[in-house]
């Protein structure tokens, strides 16, 4: 998992691929901000983006989720979110598998990071991570998911 903000993301040293999606695809939270919801190719199955909205959750009511063949880039466009991540040995053995590359399992997250926006998430394929949490009222956000195909991670 890496963390951080587009407001420091020159001091946030990526591998080479992300850095390039992050410059090229993810850009800024204005490009985004007004961006329809729904699903945005860039390149076909290995590279694309979802903008969504959503209301955010009480912890308790969300579950963990993990990918196997994508790695997820999360950015907060608008409101404020939480999202559960660890641990990091969960058991993936009856799994929810409800669509392609998406699995829910019911693991405790150990850890929660709150997301401004701005801020950013990126989760490796098998990292456990729930987001649209809060720990206050549920509330409206707005947020953009890159997916990012694990053949485009083979030189990191």
Known sequence: MITGSLNTLHRTPLPAPLARIMADVVKSVAHWRDAPVGKQEIDGLTLFCLVSEDLTE???????????QYLDIQLLLRGEEW??????????????????????????????????????????????????????????????????????????
């Open 58 to 68: 009480p912890a308790p009511d969300r579950r963990g989720e993990f990918h196997e």
């Open 83 to 156: 999202i559960g991540v660890g641990p990091h040995d969960y058991v993936s053995e009856g799994a929810d598998h409800p669509h392609p590359d998406l699995w829910f399992v019911d693991d405790e997250q150990t850890s929660y990071l709150a997301l401004q926006p701005g801020d950013f998430a990126i989760f490796w394929p098998g990292e456990l991570h729930r987001p649209l949490c809060t720990f206050k009222q549920p509330a409206r956000v707005k947020k953009l998911v890159v997916k990012v195909h694990r053949d485009l991670l083979v030189n990191i």
